[in-house]
C-alpha cells in the first residue's frame, strides 16, 4: 500500500518526457520567423569573414586583451562599455518583452534559432511528422539506422561548424583554421571547440523544449514584467466554444458548436507541445506557429481568422489597447538616456591611457642644486590603431622641471610604453609636504589624443 502511495506522489511530481514531433507549418509570421532565424545564423557565421583595416572585423583577442569592434579597439580598461552594453541588454529586454510579450524567445533566442535549424534537417532526411513518428516507432532495421546515423552525423557536422564559428570570435578564422588543418590546435582552442559543438548538439537536437521549460530562468519571472496590455498569443475561447467537428459549409452555430472544429493542429504545430486553448502558459515561447496553423485551417473552413491571434488581456475583454503606458514610458526613457550617455562617452573616448606611479622606496631627494627631486614611473597605452609620437610636459609647481631621456615618445598602436621620470622642484615652492601635479601627454600628429592624470610630489615642505 505505501509503495503504490509512493509510486502515486512520484508520477504527480515528475512526469517523464515525451518526445515532441512538431509539424511543419506555413503563414505570415511563420515566414518573419523564418528571416529572423536566416538573418541571425548568417550574422553568426558569416561574421569572421569580415576584415576590417587588414585584420578581422571583430574579434576579442583575449592573450593581447584587446577587442576590435570594427574600427574601434577596445581594452581592459574600457571595461565600463561592455558593463553599459549588458545593462542596456538587459533594459532592452524588459523594454520589448512589456511591449510586445515573448517575442525574443519565439524569434531570437539562440536557443530557439537553432532548435528550428535542427528540426529543419530533421525534416529534410526523416520526413514529415507523420513520418517521423512512424521511424521512432518501428523496429529497428537497416533503413531506420541507416536514416538515424545520416541524420546524427549532419548534426554533429553543422554542431562542429558551429563551435568553430564560436572559436574564430577568439581566434582569427584565418590562423584557427590553418591549426585545423595541420592538426596543431591548442587544447583550449580544442576544449571551446568540442564544448560549445556538443552544447549545441545536445540543447537543440536533444532537449529542445526542455531547456525552455526546466532551464531557462526568463520563463519563470516574464509575469513581472506582464501587464494586461503586453502582446500575447491568445485563443478566443467566447468565439470557438464548444468545439466540435462538423462538415465544411455546415451552420455550426445550429449545432450548438463554437468556430473550433477541434482538429488539434494548434497543438501539432508547438514546439513545446502545449495547447494554447488552456490559457496563457509559461511554455508558450510566442512563437505564433498557432496562428498561422489556425488561419490555414479558418481559411479551409471559410470562417473569418483570428481565433488565435496577438492580442492583448485587455484587448480580448473589449476595453482597447494602450501601447503608451507608463511602464513602457519608463523603459524607453531610460534606455534613450542611457543609449545617449553610451554613444556620447565613446564618441568623446581618447584612445590614450597614462598610468603614474610614483616611487615609494624613497620619499624625495635632494640634488647637487638643491632641488627636491621625485622619482614617478609612467605607463603610456596607446589604444588607437596606430602609432603616435608624444610630448610629456608637468604642471602643478611654480618653476617645476620634468627630467627625461626623450623629448619626444614614440608608442607603437596597441602597445604599452614604460619610462621613468623625474620631476624637480625648488624647496621654496613647496607650500606643503604633498602637493598635487599633473602629468600632461599629448600626440604631435592629433590634438585630440590629449590625456592628464594626477600625482602627488612629496617634500620636506614649509616648517
Known amino acids: 500500500m505505501r509503495v503504490q502511495q509512493a509510486d502515486s506522489e512520484n508520477s504527480a511530481l515528475y512526469a517523464s518526457h515525451q518526445k515532441i514531433y512538431p509539424r511543419e507549418v506555413s503563414g505570415r509570421f511563420t515566414r518573419l520567423r523564418v528571416l529572423a532565424i536566416l538573418t541571425l545564423l548568417g550574422i553568426y557565421y558569416l561574421t569572421p569573414l569580415l576584415q576590417w583595416g587588414g585584420r578581422q572585423a571583430i574579434l576579442?583577442?583575449?592573450?593581447?586583451?584587446?577587442?576590435?569592434?570594427?574600427?574601434?579597439?577596445?581594452w581592459p580598461?574600457?571595461?565600463?562599455?561592455?558593463?553599459?552594453?549588458?545593462?542596456?541588454?538587459?533594459?532592452?529586454?524588459?523594454f520589448f518583452t512589456a511591449l510586445l510579450g515573448r517575442i525574443w524567445c519565439g524569434y531570437a533566442c539562440p536557443q530557439t534559432v537553432w532548435t528550428e535549424a535542427y528540426l529543419w534537417m530533421e525534416r529534410k532526411i526523416e520526413g514529415k511528422r507523420s513520418a517521423r513518428m512512424k521511424l521512432d516507432k518501428?523496429?529497428?532495421?537497416?533503413?531506420?539506422?541507416?536514416t538515424k546515423v545520416l541524420k546524427h552525423t549532419v548534426w554533429i557536422v553543422f554542431s562542429?561548424?558551429?563551435?568553430?564559428?564560436?572559436?574564430?570570435?577568439?581566434?582569427?578564422?584565418?590562423e584557427l583554421a590553418g591549426k585545423l588543418f595541420t592538426a596543431s590546435l591548442g587544447p583550449w582552442e580544442t576544449f571551446w571547440i568540442l564544448f560549445y559543438s556538443f552544447a549545441t548538439y545536445g540543447n537543440a537536437g536533444f532537449m529542445r523544449e526542455q531547456v525552455?521549460?526546466?532551464?531557462?530562468?526568463?520563463?519563470?519571472?516574464?509575469?513581472?514584467?506582464?501587464?494586461?496590455?503586453?502582446?500575447?498569443?491568445?485563443?478566443?475561447?467566447?468565439?470557438?466554444?464548444?468545439?466540435?467537428?462538423?462538415?465544411?459549409?455546415?451552420?455550426?452555430?445550429?449545432?450548438?458548436?463554437?468556430?473550433?472544429?477541434?482538429?488539434?493542429?494548434?497543438?501539432?504545430?508547438?514546439?513545446?507541445?502545449?495547447?494554447i486553448r488552456d490559457g496563457?502558459?509559461?511554455?508558450?515561447?510566442?512563437?505564433?506557429?498557432?496562428?498561422?496553423?489556425?488561419?490555414?485551417?479558418?481559411?479551409?473552413?471559410?470562417?473569418?481568422?483570428?481565433?488565435?491571434?496577438?492580442?492583448?488581456?485587455?484587448?480580448?475583454?473589449?476595453?482597447?489597447?494602450h501601447i503608451l503606458r507608463p511602464r513602457v514610458m519608463v523603459y524607453a526613457t531610460i534606455l534613450l538616456?542611457?543609449?545617449?550617455?553610451?554613444?556620447?562617452?565613446?564618441?568623446?573616448?581618447?584612445?590614450?591611457?597614462?598610468?603614474?606611479?610614483?616611487?615609494?622606496?624613497?620619499?624625495?631627494?635632494?640634488?647637487?642644486?638643491?632641488?627636491?627631486?621625485?622619482?614617478?614611473?609612467?605607463?603610456?597605452?596607446n589604444m588607437d590603431s596606430k602609432p603616435?609620437?608624444?610630448?610629456?610636459?608637468?604642471?602643478?609647481?611654480?618653476?617645476?622641471?620634468?627630467?627625461?631621456?626623450?623629448?619626444?615618445?614614440?608608442?607603437?598602436?596597441?602597445?604599452?610604453?614604460?619610462?621613468?621620470?623625474?620631476?624637480?622642484?625648488?624647496?621654496?615652492?613647496?607650500?606643503?609636504?604633498?602637493?598635487?601635479?599633473?602629468?600632461?601627454l599629448q600626440a604631435t600628429d592629433a590634438n585630440h589624443l590629449m590625456i592628464i592624470e594626477e600625482a602627488r610630489f612629496v617634500g620636506p615642505g614649509k616648517t
Not at 562542429?160 to 584565418?174: A, E, H, N, Q, S
Open 388 to 440: 603616435h609620437r608624444y610630448i610629456l610636459r608637468a604642471e602643478g609647481i611654480d618653476g617645476l622641471k620634468l627630467v627625461t631621456d626623450q623629448e619626444k615618445i614614440f608608442v607603437e598602436a596597441g602597445t604599452v610604453y614604460q619610462m621613468v621620470v623625474r620631476l624637480q622642484a625648488d624647496e621654496f615652492n613647496l607650500e606643503q609636504r604633498s602637493v598635487p601635479v599633473s602629468f600632461h
Open 212 to 275: 525552455c521549460k526546466y532551464m531557462c530562468p526568463y520563463a519563470r519571472f516574464q509575469s513581472a514584467m506582464f501587464d494586461s496590455d503586453t502582446l500575447i498569443v491568445a485563443y478566443h475561447p467566447e468565439r470557438g466554444e464548444p468545439r466540435g467537428s462538423r462538415r465544411r459549409g455546415t451552420d455550426f452555430a445550429a449545432q450548438g458548436l463554437g468556430a473550433c472544429i477541434d482538429c488539434n493542429v494548434c497543438v501539432q504545430v508547438c514546439p513545446t507541445g502545449i495547447d
Open 77 to 94: 580598461q574600457d571595461f565600463i562599455y561592455l558593463a553599459a552594453l549588458l545593462i542596456l541588454a538587459g533594459l532592452s529586454l524588459f
Open 280 to 321: 496563457l502558459q509559461y511554455e508558450c515561447i510566442a512563437c505564433s506557429a498557432c496562428i498561422d496553423a489556425c488561419d490555414e485551417i479558418m481559411d479551409k473552413m471559410s470562417y473569418p481568422r483570428g481565433l488565435i491571434n496577438y492580442t492583448t488581456e485587455n484587448a480580448a475583454q473589449g476595453k482597447g489597447r
Open 337 to 381: 538616456v542611457l543609449c545617449g550617455i553610451l554613444i556620447t562617452n565613446m564618441v568623446q573616448r581618447i584612445p590614450l591611457d597614462l598610468d603614474v606611479i610614483r616611487d615609494r622606496n624613497t620619499l624625495y631627494r635632494e640634488t647637487r642644486d638643491g632641488l627636491i627631486e621625485n622619482v614617478y614611473t609612467l605607463k603610456l597605452l
Open 160 to 174: 562542429l561548424w558551429t563551435g568553430f564559428t564560436f572559436v574564430c570570435y577568439f581566434t582569427p578564422i584565418d
Open 138 to 146: 518501428a523496429p529497428n532495421s537497416a533503413a531506420k539506422i541507416r
Open 60 to 74: 576579442f583577442d583575449l592573450p593581447a586583451r584587446k577587442f576590435y569592434l570594427f574600427g574601434l579597439t577596445l
